[in-house]
């Protein structure tokens, strides 16, 4: 049984510094000024974390599991380190409480920790000091490229805020991808999107990704979680993901051996029982801290200097990480608290039970849910034009919707998931992260994967007990916010074929629609 620290000395503390599950980085201010004999590390496994949304056993495990190395890395560089496990009968499992139990402890001059990733946590933070009487200091996450500040700079005084520009002045500012002059992309152009849209058709079984072993700390874990969370969704046998800075550097160097070069072309297909195809799963180890995004940009932009990677696939990767993720991060926190709970087009059918079982005759979704409920994981485009997709135009709350995504999947923390969710995926924020809703038919699942040619509906008809649900869900939505999407010119195309549809084929649509909505449980 591994020993985790736990500190009852009672010796008054300079200051208390908390770590989060998701702030595990060796080089965040709060540790690297730690002094080891005036100091404590306080980190906490708290159920509250675990329950406030349902929550998948893998991303539980992960972060208890990073934590666990974190700490006793921590404490046998010789740092004082009190740590709450879930099993420890004192524990409160929530975080404010046991902050209060540990400022009892060890009466601490200060209380430090990094800026948190969730509004919901900053509002603890930000309650502590009235609450124990003592200073709190909030250091900014120098994890990342881009500061909370600076974003609010580039945004203050836009009418809308656009990945697409944000991006090129993340590649000139940090000089990623740029010719000599600083000003002009390497290729001459910013974007490789266009060529990377490739079907997975004729391409070989891509290499599997590297999967640490779990060791004895991540095993003893795993079987914590199965004892005290077993009614929790997700499976627990596949774990198979990175706990250390160690372990996130080598799921990079794989990465960047042996996928990179297909990333690009492949970046948007999809195919059945293949959830990882060229897709690096590295999103994890960045959001827990454990893996540099500065590491990941250097190491993929080596490979197109050293001749291993085409442009196109670099280019794509870079976009993810110093455009994409930047973005949705400064996007989460310039729209306040209440960001989560947006609901722009007015949605409030139920999350249909699928979403927790993959028990349905639709072969996509049975076969992208399976992924979340086996891995915590699925790619970018199930993620948003499967699953987001079919609860967008079923018309199921988008709250319900961002709870799901924000529990299920191993990579999921608020400043990430929300914006992906809420924004991009459900549209419930007015537009903010996109122009205009990510919503689809069953013919762009068929474009981009196989999933059609094993299912029992048929992608090519739009009404009738053999359709295919996605149909006239698609159109049915298109036909409710007709009047609501008209002011917006990139939905103009699509509307014209609305608009040229009769009376009677619109309610052939809509009554159909109905229909896919009450077998899917979204309306009773
Ligand atoms: P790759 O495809 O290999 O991409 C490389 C890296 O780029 C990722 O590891 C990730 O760190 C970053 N990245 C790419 N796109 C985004 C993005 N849109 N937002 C943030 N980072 C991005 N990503 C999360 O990290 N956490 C989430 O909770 C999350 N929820 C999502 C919910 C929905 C509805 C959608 C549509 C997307 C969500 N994403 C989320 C974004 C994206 O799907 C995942 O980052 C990606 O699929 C992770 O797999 P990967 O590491 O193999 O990524
Ligand atoms: Fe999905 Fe429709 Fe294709 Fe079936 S036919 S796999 S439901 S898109």
Same mark, same amino acid.
């Given at each position: 049984?591994?020993?985790?620290?736990?500190?009852?000395?009672?010796?008054?503390?300079?200051?208390?510094?908390?770590?989060?599950?998701?702030?595990?980085?060796?080089?965040?201010?709060?540790?690297?000024?730690?002094?080891?004999?005036?100091?404590?590390?306080?980190?906490?496994?708290?159920?509250?974390?675990?329950?406030?949304?349902?929550?998948?056993?893998?991303?539980?495990?992960?972060?208890?599991?990073?934590?666990?190395?974190?700490?006793?890395?921590?404490?046998?560089?010789?740092?004082?380190?009190?740590?709450?496990?879930?099993?420890?009968?004192?524990?409160?499992?929530?975080?404010?409480?046991?902050?209060?139990?540990?400022?009892?402890?060890?009466?601490?001059?200060?209380?430090?920790?990094?800026?948190?990733?969730?509004?919901?946590?900053?509002?603890?933070?930000?309650?502590?000091?009235?609450?124990?009487?003592?200073?709190?200091?909030?250091?900014?996450?120098?994890?990342?490229?881009?500061?909370?500040?600076?974003?609010?700079?580039?945004?203050?005084?836009?009418?809308?805020?656009?990945?697409?520009?944000?991006?090129?002045?993340?590649?000139?500012?940090?000089?990623?991808?740029?010719?000599?002059?600083?000003?002009?992309?390497?290729?001459?152009?910013?974007?490789?999107?266009?060529?990377?849209?490739?079907?997975?058709?004729?391409?070989?079984?891509?290499?599997?990704?590297?999967?640490?072993?779990?060791?004895?700390?991540?095993?003893?874990?795993?079987?914590?979680?199965?004892?005290?969370?077993?009614?929790?969704?997700?499976?627990?046998?596949?774990?198979?993901?990175?706990?250390?800075?160690?372990?996130?550097?080598?799921?990079?160097?794989?990465?960047?051996?042996?996928?990179? %070069? /297909?990333?690009? #072309?492949? !970046?948007?297909?999809? @195919?059945?029982?293949?959830? *990882?195809?060229?897709?690096?799963?590295?999103? &994890?180890?960045?959001?827990?801290?454990?893996?540099?995004?500065?590491?990941?940009?250097?190491?993929?932009?080596?490979?197109?200097?050293?001749?291993?990677?085409?442009?196109?696939?670099?280019?794509?990767?870079?976009?993810?990480?110093?455009?994409?993720?930047?973005?949705?991060?400064?996007?989460?926190?310039?729209?306040?608290?209440?960001?989560?709970?947006?609901?722009?087009?007015?949605?409030?059918?139920?999350?249909?039970?699928?979403?927790?079982?993959?028990?349905?005759?639709?072969?996509?979704?049975?076969?992208?849910?399976?992924?979340?409920?086996?891995?915590?994981?699925?790619?970018?485009?199930?993620?948003?034009?499967?699953?987001?997709?079919?609860?967008?135009? %079923? /018309?199921?709350? #988008?709250? !319900?919707?961002?709870? @799901?995504?924000?529990?299920? *999947?191993?990579?999921?923390?608020?400043?990430? &998931?929300?914006?992906?969710?809420?924004?991009?995926?459900?549209?419930?924020?007015?537009?903010?992260?996109?122009?205009?809703?990510?919503?689809?038919?069953?013919?762009?699942?068929?474009?981009?994967?196989?999933?059609?040619?094993?299912?029992?509906?048929?992608?090519?008809?739009?009404?009738?007990?053999?359709?295919?649900?996605?149909?006239?869900?698609?159109?049915?939505?298109?036909?409710?916010?007709?009047?609501?999407?008209?002011?917006?010119?990139?939905?103009?195309?699509?509307?014209?074929?609305?608009?040229?549809?009769?009376?009677?084929?619109?309610?052939?649509?809509?009554?159909?629609?109905?229909?896919?909505?009450?077998?899917?449980?979204?309306?009773?």
């Amino acid at each position: 049984m591994t020993a985790f620290p736990s500190l009852n000395d009672r010796k008054k503390a300079r200051r208390l510094v908390v770590v989060l599950g998701d702030q595990l980085d060796r080089n965040a201010a709060p540790i690297v000024e730690i002094d080891k004999d005036r100091d404590v590390v306080l980190m906490m496994e708290v159920e509250e974390e675990s329950t406030h949304v349902p929550s998948h056993k893998q991303r539980t495990a992960l972060f208890l599991s990073a934590m666990r190395h974190f700490a006793v890395e921590l404490a046998e560089s010789g740092a004082r380190v009190d740590y709450v496990t879930l099993d420890d009968p004192r524990n409160s499992h929530a975080f404010t409480t046991e902050i209060e139990r540990a400022v009892r402890t060890h009466k601490p001059e200060s209380i430090h920790c990094t800026h948190p990733g969730e509004w919901r946590v900053l509002g603890m933070v930000e309650s502590w000091r009235d609450r124990f009487g003592v200073p709190v200091e909030v250091h900014e996450d120098g994890h990342f490229f881009t500061t909370l500040d600076a974003f609010g700079s580039w945004a203050s005084g836009r009418k809308s805020l656009t990945l697409e520009y944000f991006y090129r002045d993340q590649r000139k500012k940090h000089g990623v991808l740029m010719q000599p002059d600083g000003k002009t992309p390497v290729g001459d152009v910013w974007n490789f999107d266009k060529d990377n849209r490739e079907a997975f058709k004729r391409t070989p079984r891509p290499p599997e990704p590297y999967a640490p072993r779990p060791d004895e700390i991540t095993n003893e874990v795993l079987d914590l979680v199965e004892s005290r969370l077993p009614k929790n969704p997700g499976e627990l046998g596949s774990f198979r993901w990175p706990v250390t800075p160690d372990e996130a550097r080598r799921a990079l160097d794989d990465f960047i051996e042996h996928r990179l %070069a /297909r990333f690009g #072309p492949y !970046e948007d297909a999809m @195919w059945t029982e293949q959830p *990882f195809l060229y897709h690096s799963l590295l999103s &994890s180890s960045g959001n827990l801290k454990l893996l540099d995004p500065r590491e990941a940009v250097r190491r993929a932009v080596g490979a197109y200097e050293a001749g291993a990677a085409p442009l196109n696939s670099v280019e794509g990767f870079v976009r993810q990480w110093l455009g994409w993720r930047e973005f949705i991060r400064g996007v989460y926190w310039t729209q306040g608290p209440g960001y989560p709970n947006r609901n722009g087009l007015g949605h409030r059918g139920r999350l249909p039970e699928l979403y927790w079982t993959a028990d349905t005759d639709m072969a996509c979704m049975r076969d992208c849910v399976s992924q979340v409920l086996e891995h915590g994981y699925a790619h970018h485009i199930p993620r948003l034009m499967v699953m987001g997709n079919l609860a967008l135009i %079923a /018309r199921v709350d #988008p709250r !319900e919707v961002g709870d @799901w995504y924000l529990g299920m *999947f191993v990579d999921a923390v608020d400043w990430a &998931s929300c914006p992906n969710t809420i924004g991009m995926s459900q549209h419930a924020d007015h537009g903010v992260v996109g122009t205009k809703p990510y919503a689809a038919s069953g013919k762009y699942i068929a474009r981009m994967s196989n999933y059609c040619e094993h299912c029992r509906y048929d992608v090519k008809q739009r009404t009738g007990v053999d359709a295919c649900p996605f149909n006239s869900l698609y159109w049915d939505f298109l036909i409710h916010h007709e009047d609501r999407f008209k002011p917006n010119n990139r939905m103009a195309m699509i509307l014209k074929n609305v608009k040229r549809m009769n009376e009677f084929q619109r309610v052939e649509l809509t009554s159909s629609a109905k229909n896919a909505r009450e077998r899917l449980g979204v309306i009773g």
